[in-house]
Structures are given as structure tokens and as C-alpha cells.
DNA sequence: CTACGTGCAAATACTTTGCTGGATT
DNA sequence: AATCCAGCAAAGTATTTGCACGTAG
């Protein structure tokens, strides 16, 4: 049984094979590069079918684009509040427990677990600009 | 002393007043029901300051707007998946205890806990489709 | 031949920015 | 008089939608 067109595949592929939880633009430009041709439309599409189906979770972010995750497992992240690199967190197992039995005992559909945080990178640049600017 | 600017002082009392943990624009209506007026752009502009100063939390919620909560207490959420209506959501003194341990060990910054679902008047306004459309 | 899904472009939605003018000190 | 901040409108960015075409079944 065919489930996915053409398009849809290379989207799940690409982000099965990523750990950077893309954007749409990320998506579109990680494509091109292997060379596969995709509108963006076709991926906004695509990706909210993904979504509904559980296929594909979005990550809770607060970043100004969505981000998305081809793990849909429950797991957490921690979020660069200025670039926006997202990783994943380590989750010990009885945070994961104790998040699990919340789902279960209210039937909440899916869970986000988001540290936000400044990178060392963006750090970096921040000290920089302070000794700049004063 | 006196820190904030007559706008920001009434936005800070309607986000301390509210439960629904408001986007801009329902901050711009409830505003303006109490004849208190304002322009959007400059509710944006306060909110940014008043997150930075850690005086406002935005609510990681993976909605179309930004949604914003007076209170910024560690604390959880649930988010409906359809109306974006946002509830705090009850949380454990354990699980309390597991997330800020998480953000001392981690130096996080911040935190993020959502759970998603769908609320009941969407759960009714959803099979209500159903029964019409088949 | 039909149905579906793509890609482009236009439309919409959300947020930020530039600028002018009024208020505060 | 100088500074700060508000409000409007324009610009910018992210996302959705309409439509015509191509392809697979």
C-alpha cells in the first residue's frame, strides 16, 4: 500500500534524517540541495497533513516561524531564545512518568516540554556587541 | 518611583486581570471595552519590553499569535488544538520540582510545559460537522 | 478520463518599523 | 528645549488559498 506522493516522501525523508527540527524555509532549502524540487506551498501542505496524522509533531518554541520534528515521540527541547537552534533535551525517565500519566489521567492529546536558553554562539555575539556599544 | 509609561501600566493591569492569557489583538479589545485606547503597535512594543524584563511570559502554544501571561510563575498550560483557548493547567509539586532542577542544572532561562487538546465546545462543534457533512 | 496533488502567484494574517506629534520633565 | 513614547500607516515576514496544469491510476 502507496501512502505518500512523491513530495510528501522527500519531506518526511528529509526530516527523518535531521536533528535540526526544521522550518518550512529550512525544509525548502535542504530540498534543493539534494536536488529535489518542492514549492513552498506544497510543503506548508503537506506538512499540516503530516501533523494531523501525527506523522510529524510541531515543536513548541515561540520562535517566529513553526518548527517541526519528524520524532513525534514524547520528548523535550531546549530553544535558543535568539537564533533559534533547537535541540533535543535529555528527559529523565521520571519526568517522563510523570509527564505521561498527566496525558493519561486528563486525555490531553500531546505534550511540549521547552527550556529556553541562549547558546554559546549567540553569547558570544552578545558580549561582543556590549563591548562595541559599551 | 515610577517605572511605566501610562500604556504599559494598562496593559500590565489587564494581562495581571486575566485569565485567557490574551494575544495582542484581545488585548487591543479588551482595551478598548474599557475605554482605555491604545494602538496595537504600541501593545507590541510594550509586550516586547515587558518579556525581556521578565515581567510578562509569552505562552509556548504553538498558536498562530503570540498569546501572553501575566503571571510569569513557573507553571503549566493546556492549549486547545482548535480555538487556542489557554488554560493554566495544574501541576505537580514533583513535577515542579523535576523542572526546576532541570533549569538549575541546565542554566536555562526559561520554560515551557503545554499540554495540547481539544477543548469541549470544539470536541461538540467538531462531531456537530460530522453529523452534517457525513 | 478522472482525480489528485503540485507549483506559482495572489491574498491574507501577523508583527515590526519609520515617522510625526504630543506629553513629560 | 529635549527626551520619550504613542499612534498611525507603511513595510516586512510568515502562512494560506485559488487556480491551471501535469501525472498516476
Known amino acids: 500500500m502507496k501512502h505518500y506522493s512523491a513530495q510528501r516522501a522527500i519531506i518526511l525523508d528529509v526530516l527523518s534524517n535531521t536533528k535540526v527540527h526544521p522550518s518550512v524555509d529550512m525544509l525548502y532549502e535542504m530540498c534543493k540541495k539534494q536536488n529535489k524540487k518542492i514549492g513552498k506551498a506544497t510543503i506548508y ?55 505521561s500519566e498527566e ?5 490531553y492529546e500531546s505534550v511540549g516540554l521547552t527550556f529556553y536558553k541562549t ?7 552578545l558580549s561582543e556587541e556590549v563591548v562595541k556599544n559599551g
Open 45 to 99: 501542505r503537506n506538512l499540516q497533513e503530516l501533523v494531523k496524522e501525527k506523522r510529524v509533531a510541531k515543536v513548541s518554541c515561540n520562535f517566529k516561524e513553526e518548527r517541526f520534528d519528524g520524532d513525534n515521540s514524547v520528548h523535550n527541547h531546549k530553544v535558543c531564545r535568539f537564533c533559534g537552534k533547537i535541540e533535543d533535551a535529555p528527559c529523565s525517565s521520571k519526568m517522563l512518568k510523570l509527564i
Open 103 to 107: 496525558i493519561n489521567n486528563n486525555s
Open 119 to 125: 547558546c554559546n554562539n549567540c553569547k558570544a555575539k
